[in-house]
Nanobody
Framework: VQLQASGGGLVQAGGSLRLSCTASGRTFSRYSMGWFRQAPGKEREFVAAIKWSGGMTDYADSVKGRFTISRDNAKNTVYLQMNSLKSEDTAVYYC?????????????????WGQGTQVTVSS
């Protein structure tokens, strides 16, 4: 599975962005998908995950109520809608695919990673 993330950019605090991650391969619908982020000098951290069916989602406390993860299996794409952005959301955002389908919060569960897309929120 190859993942291509896009949609990052520069936005003012309080604004919105939608990230997209498109996967190659016919087995996309079998994978749980996740978004992680890494700010300068910090470890990569979990943001959100969604099971293969889209029926279950999970969010880090820091983004709950502001971010929404969704997927379109027909388009092999997972999305991260980010609203009410804050300066602390500034990071490189990575999408990842988890073959076991648990929608884990752990990085080690995800076998495939996209290249990352930069999100910068100005205050």
């Amino acid at each position: 599975v190859q993942l291509q993330a896009s949609g990052g950019g520069l936005v003012q605090a309080g604004g919105s962005l939608r990230l997209s991650c498109t996967a190659s391969g016919r087995t996309f619908s079998r994978y749980s998908m996740g978004w992680f982020r890494q700010a300068p000098g910090k470890e990569r951290e979990f943001v959100a995950a969604i099971k293969w069916s889209g029926g279950m989602t999970d969010y880090a406390d820091s983004v709950k109520g502001r971010f929404t993860i969704s997927r379109d299996n027909a388009k092999n794409t997972v999305y991260l809608q980010m609203n009410s952005l804050k300066s602390e959301d500034t990071a490189v955002y990575y999408c990842a695919a988890e073959p076991l389908g648990y929608a884990s919060r752990s990085r080690v569960a995800f076998d495939y990673w996209g290249q990352g897309t930069q999100v910068t929120v100005s205050s």
